[in-house]
């Protein structure tokens, strides 16, 4: 009588792929719930930061000029968590014992909220006139951005010409302007993927492990 053959490798590939596969109609339903608190953590994490509460009640709104700081900061917060999806893709790896998992975060308004095609995105930075300051705090670093002027604390005279109501700038030969270095901020270092790396990053091996093992 013929020994059965069997092809090791082969039967760990076929095991791996149908654990893959359980693992991914897991994943696809665990999708919506691990996606809801990411969007959560991130919004926290955004008002939790430095450059937020200055925004709103600190160096930053004075010296950017933010008129309604916490109303324009929660719209722009709005429209960038919604904005946030997840993508998780699961591979069985032909060589070793493993699969292979992708998590990939991808945040369509971080990067569009000048342009007119992003209705929700369009319709916060036009209404409110917020893409000027929103891109200089997170694009420009800490380069000049005005020469010749310099914020200062208005006096109550200048107060009705402030929109921050605290301070103004000033014209003044040999001086410039340019975000605080604390606060700064270039593409893909600034205080939306600082919230990321600061506490996204460690929590979400958490929500991954709950949401998918509680529907696997």
Do not use: C
Not at 114 to 128: G, H, I, K, R
Not at 184 to 210: F, V
């Amino acid at each position: 009588m013929a020994g059965l053959l069997i092809n090791e490798k082969e039967l760990e590939h076929k095991i791996l792929t149908a654990y893959a596969k359980a693992l991914d109609k897991a994943i696809r339903k665990a999708k919506r719930h691990i996606q809801k608190r990411v969007r959560a953590i991130l919004k926290t994490s955004i008002m939790e930061s430095k450059e937020y509460q200055s925004l709103i009640g600190g160096k930053l709104q004075y010296e950017l000029g933010v008129d309604f700081p916490v109303q324009r900061m929660n719209d722009i917060i709005s429209v960038l968590v919604e904005s946030v999806s997840v993508n998780v893709d699961m591979r069985p790896q032909k060589r070793g014992k493993s699969i292979k998992m992708q998590i990939e975060i991808v945040g369509g308004g971080l990067r569009d909220m000048s342009d007119s095609t992003n209705l929700a995105a369009a319709s916060v930075m036009s209404t409110f006139g917020l893409w000027k300051w929103w891109k200089i705090l997170t694009t420009q670093g800490d380069s000049t951005v005005v020469i010749g002027w310099h914020v200062s604390p208005a006096n109550r005279y200048e107060l009705a010409f402030s929109r921050s109501n605290h301070s103004i700038m000033r014209k003044k030969r040999g001086s410039h302007f340019r975000v605080p270095p604390e606060f700064s901020g270039r593409p893909g270092k600034n205080m939306i993927t600082r919230a990321i790396e600061d506490r996204l990053t460690k929590e979400l091996p958490k929500i991954l492990e709950h949401e998918i093992m509680k529907r696997a």
